[in-house]
């Protein structure tokens, strides 16, 4: 049922009577009810559940000293008690067990942590097969032209989790052995129990799973802890969030059993306690439903409701029942699917649960907005209207033209053919190109970026609001900017037939590429036309064809459609050569599927999806925005040594990616992981162009991803090794980001640097350490961004399974367990656990085939009077299956389609002949 609005009290309570408990770290996460007889027995007595956190100067101390270590926490998704930090050797993981170690930090969060003596650290194992990988990050048409040869998908980051193994508080001890396996949040669930991330871990056979991040994105080395390492997972047909909760069974004698026995190489894994919070990068937000206490009779429940989070990685959080709807202690079950969000205030070292209060109530779980809304709110990311102060810092005079004197400061490229390619949705165009041919047979190639500096004065309110928002953010169906919309989409945006302010770089080309001449300077340019890439696409492939003006947009009639298709076609044969010579030269692409949407104009509900296809027109732009950026990299860094602000990408995790070349290897795959280039070639070379290899080859590169570690902005001057400062991907030694600064803060510090290089400004006057703390907040903002985005596609994901669904799909194999298997499914590219005991067999059977796992099912057969239909699934298996909603909110499973006789065979028969190259 829907309900009214109501005022909700944001006063800040006080610590509730009777929360301060005595509870040891085993009883955390008890109700209050459940500690009631011993409050009773400690009447009068606090008793710390955390310990205090040190001081300031010893944390200091210990961490020039090398007593303590930081670094930022990265909670397991689906255990919640589980979290880690990365080790500054560059090694394993550093594990934290449990929520008391963890002393109240919260995923995302700088820590301190003081390791634990040996003999409390726990064993590892690392397993031999290909763990499950999850749900990929996909944006429904990129807004980075500049992708970094891997796409940046920046996965995922920080979804939401999972409720704990079915096993009390009072009897966890922590894990007897942990598996290692890697993860990151988008390997968790969706923001209601959907297992999405398919990252299981109870008894996982895989090597620890490559993290899902791409260029962008955070290493995330995690660790997935079991009771028993001999441990079998029987998946439960249960729905909801109890599915992990699961049977054991010790059989030692199973081939799992065995097999993990066998594959086993035993060690320690660090262990730490959180013993101070650096930075509470959490926002301390979350959206989730409300509960009535369990225990009627107490105080507590008198007073306060319980906050259940949607991720579980957040603790359970008491709140007042004065900010609670008035009616909510009569009718608390008509608010059972009441989306709220609630604010952390308070964690005292003697309370098990937070201390929130409400901030808003959201509508139903499972609708759009109201999911968008608590996305949003969670991950920090400001949808407030601009304030006055910010809106007065724009010109107020429109329509606003450029001002006489500015016009004598600038180059004039206002008759020259310049162009923009971008989505067919775009606003905030903030980039152009130019292409014109010189009497030598050289080119002319300009690539001009909106002058947004001009715009965005240093020091004022516009200046600080954008540099506290740090990015747009891209969702399905809207963008929250990072500048007022009178900049973003109109002053700012190179909309065709305007006369616009730009930053440009202009080279001489040979028609090979190379660069003969460059220029960088303030420009003024008037774009002709506003070609979509489907436009630049059309034109690439009929290079000969007159294309009617009805099938292009309105072109200024200073310039015609020959011309702009003349410059279309150089700037493509350029790019092929651009893009050619950086493959040759070293670069790697990790291109994963990526899902775009059609929605209902007046619902805004998905109608349909499809797997977005980067072209030849993609690929142009492209190009010429690398270029420039590192054009711009190197003149920053030659002027300004110190003050650069630049951008770097670490090699990948060197155990995760000897992991997985081990298991190519045992599948019959050699990859030659030397050099970015050299796994280039390995993922480009080894494949043909058959259905079945273009599958194998999108499963590769998806577990190649993983080990990638996070793209990070830099300030030159804080690193002495200029070797740090290489970008992985595109194996160049600078790189930075200029052309997107409608949309990103980090573009707009560099073109102030680059006006300062050139002489347009005064030197900057920044201190290194001060550029860092601006790009660490960059880097912040932008995963959060990234994160947002991949929950809001896969929110209308689950969306559209819902109302159109089932959908049907070929989808391969990715991973194979005793009793389950992992699977890439081809159509969407989300990645989904099939359970061998949901589907209509009569029994199955997991075995090892040399090296190789196999799942052996005998299908009941869908006639009485036929034969069981046999299939068998090993690891780059093709099958079909089946994605259906679930009663939950959100939460969608997949199922196997039962094979007919000859599709059996088939797979049999394709199984026996995979191919060894």
């Known amino acids: 049922m829907n309900h009214p609005d109501y005022k909700l009290n944001l006063r800040s309570p006080g610590i509730p009577k009777g929360v301060s408990s005595v509870v040891g770290p085993n009883a955390v996460g008890a109700s209050p009810g459940d500690k009631k ?115 940046e998908a920046d996965i995922p980051e920080e979804c939401c989790g999972h409720q704990p193994l079915q096993q009390s508080p009072k009897d966890w001890s922590g894990p007897d052995v942990i598996i290692e396996a890697q993860f990151d949040d988008s390997d968790s669930e969706d923001r209601h129990g959907n297992t999405s991330g398919l990252v299981d871990g109870v008894k996982k ?75 509470k990068k959490h926002s301390r937000a979350a959206t989730g439903i409300l509960k009535l206490l369990a225990d009627k009779n107490s105080d507590l429940f008198k007073k306060y409701a319980l906050f259940s989070p949607s991720d579980h990685r957040v603790p359970r959080i008491y709140v007042p029942l004065k900010d609670c709807p008035q009616d909510f202690m009569t009718r608390s079950k008509d608010y059972a699917n009441t989306l709220f969000i609630c604010r952390i205030i308070d964690w005292k070292e003697d309370c098990n649960f937070a201390l929130g209060q409400l901030a808003k109530s959201l509508g139903q779980a499972g609708e759009i907005e109201p999911e968008t809304e608590g996305i949003l709110t969670e991950y920090g990311v400001d949808f407030s209207d601009f304030p006055s102060e910010v809106l ?18 600038r180059r004039d490229l206002r008759k020259d053919c310049i162009f923009t390619i971008d989505p067919s949705t775009a606003r905030d165009l903030d980039d152009a190109l130019s292409c014109r041919r010189l009497t030598d047979g050289t080119f002319e190639v300009g690539v001009h970026i909106a002058d947004v500096s001009y715009f965005v004065p240093e020091g004022s309110f516009l200046d600080k609001v954008a540099a506290e928002r740090a990015t747009s953010v891209y969702l399905v169906q809207k963008v929250v900017p990072m500048l007022p919309r009178l900049l973003c989409e109109e002053l700012c945006s190179l909309n065709p037939m305007t006369d616009k302010l730009t930053f440009s770089v202009i080279w001489k080309l040979t028609p090979e590429g190379k660069i003969l001449e460059e220029w960088f300077g303030r420009t003024i340019i008037r774009s002709c036309t506003k070609l979509s890439y489907d436009h630049a696409q059309s034109m690439i492939e009929k290079p000969t064809e007159k294309i009617p003006k009805e099938e292009l947009p309105p072109i200024s009639p200073e310039h015609s459609v020959e011309e702009v298709h003349q410059a279309v076609l150089n700037l493509h044969s350029i790019a092929k050569q651009l893009r050619r010579q950086r493959f040759v030269d070293g670069a790697l692409r990790l291109d994963q599927l990526k899902l775009a949407f059609t929605l209902d104009h007046e619902t805004g509900l998905p109608q349909g999806c499809h797997i977005y296809e980067y072209r030849d027109s993609n690929k142009l732009v492209e190009e010429f925005m690398l270029l420039a950026n590192m054009a711009v990299a190197h003149k920053i860094f030659r002027t300004f040594p110190e003050q650069a602000l630049l951008r770097r990408h670490p090699p990948p995790q ?39 290899s273009l599958a194998r080859k999108e499963v590769l590169t998806n577990m190649y991803s993983r080990p990638m570690q996070m793209a990070l902005y830099f300030c030159s001057g804080m690193l002495q090794d200029q070797a740090q400062f290489r970008h992985y991907a595109l194996n160049v030694p600078l790189y930075t980001h200029f052309t997107s600064p409608i949309r990103r803060f980090a573009d707009v510090i560099v073109h102030r640097l680059l006006a300062a290089a050139l002489g347009y400004s005064e030197q900057p006057d920044v201190e290194p350490d001060i550029l860092q703390k601006q790009a660490d907040h960059c880097n912040d903002r932008r995963m959060a961004s990234k994160r947002v985005q991949e929950l809001s596609i896969g929110l209308f994901f689950a969306v559209l399974v819902k109302e159109s669904g089932p959908l ?91 094979p007919g006789p000859e599709h059996s065979q088939d797979l049999e028969k394709e199984s026996d002949e995979e191919p060894e190259d």
């Open 392 to 409: 007065e810092c724009l010109p107020q005079s429109l329509p606003w033209t450029i001002p006489p004197d500015e016009v004598g400061k």
């Open 37 to 151: 007889s011993k409050n009773k027995s400690m009447r009068g007595k606090k008793k710390s559940i955390f310990e205090t956190y040190m001081s300031k100067e010893d944390v200091s101390e210990g961490l020039k000293r090398g007593t303590l270590i930081q670094g930022v926490l990265r909670i397991n998704p689906k255990k919640f008690h589980e979290a880690f930090i990365p080790s500054p050797d560059g090694d394993r993981d550093i594990f934290i067990d449990g929520v008391i170690a963890r002393n109240r930090a919260l995923n995302g969060d700088l820590v301190v942590v003081k390791l634990l003596p040996e003999d409390q650290w726990k064993p590892r194992i690392t397993l031999s097969l290909p763990g499950v990988l999850g749900l990929q990050a996909v944006k429904t048409e990129s807004n980075d032209k500049e992708t970094e040869a891997t796409s």
């Open 808 to 898: 049907e799909s070929e989808a391969m194999v990715m991973g194979v367990l005793n009793q389950a298997f992992d699977v890439l499914v081809l159509r969407f590219g989300v990645q989904k656990r099939i359970y061998c005991n949901a589907l209509a067999l009569r029994s199955y059977h997991f075995q090892k085939v040399g090296k190789k796992p196999e799942l052996t099912l005998i299908w009941e057969p869908a006639d009485l009077e036929e034969e069981p239909t046999q299939q068998v699934i090993t690891i780059f298996s093709l099958v079909d299956v089946v994605l259906q909603a679930e009663a939950t909110a959100l939460k969608y499973n997949a199922i196997l389609k039962r």
């Open 205 to 279: 056979l895989s090597i620890y799973t490559p993290d899902k991040d791409m260029v962008t994105s955070p290493p995330a080395c995690q660790l997935l802890c079991v009771p028993n390492v001999l441990s079998q997972e029987q998946p439960s047909r249960g729905k909801g969030k109890e599915d992990s909760g699961v049977p054991v069974m010790k059989d030692e004698s199973t081939p799992a059993a065995q097999d993990t026995r066998a594959l086993s190489e035993k060690s320690l894994q660090k262990s730490a306690k959180v013993v101070y919070i650096l930075e």
């Open 654 to 692: 060197t155990k995760m990616l000897s992991d997985l070349v081990e298991f190519c290897d045992q599948m019959g795959l050699p990859m030659d992981v030397s050099s970015a280039g050299a796994l280039n070639k390995s993922l480009t070379k080894t494949f043909g162009d058959d259905k079945y």
